[in-house]
């Protein structure tokens, strides 16, 4: 399950550097979670970091975009292998 963020945001930027994969970002009117990189900390922590630190509790968990344990685990592991760097052949 992927989490969004609620108009109910105050744009007060805590989430943003707590993401470890890069998810959060600011939108047109308040901040935004892009499912295809939150992976609700799994892999990095415990709980999700965004949530833990909102000082208005807007964080749910994204229901048009559940995800089992083990998903978002292979998300983690996906994103792990698609930021390591590339070095060129020959």
Do not use: W
Not at 4 to 9: F, H, R, Y
């Amino acid at each position: 399950m992927a989490l969004t963020i609620t108009s109910e945001c105050i744009n007060c930027d805590v989430c943003e550097p707590e993401c470890p994969n890069q998810a959060i970002s600011m939108g047109e009117e308040f901040y935004v979670i892009d499912p295809a990189r939150c992976t609700e900390c799994v892999g990095h922590f415990g709980e999700p970091q965004c949530v833990q630190v909102c000082p208005v509790e807007c964080i749910p968990v994204d229901p048009e975009h559940t995800e089992t344990r083990e998903q978002l685990q292979a998300k983690y592991e996906r994103l792990q292998l698609q930021a390591l760097p590339r070095t060129p052949i020959g």
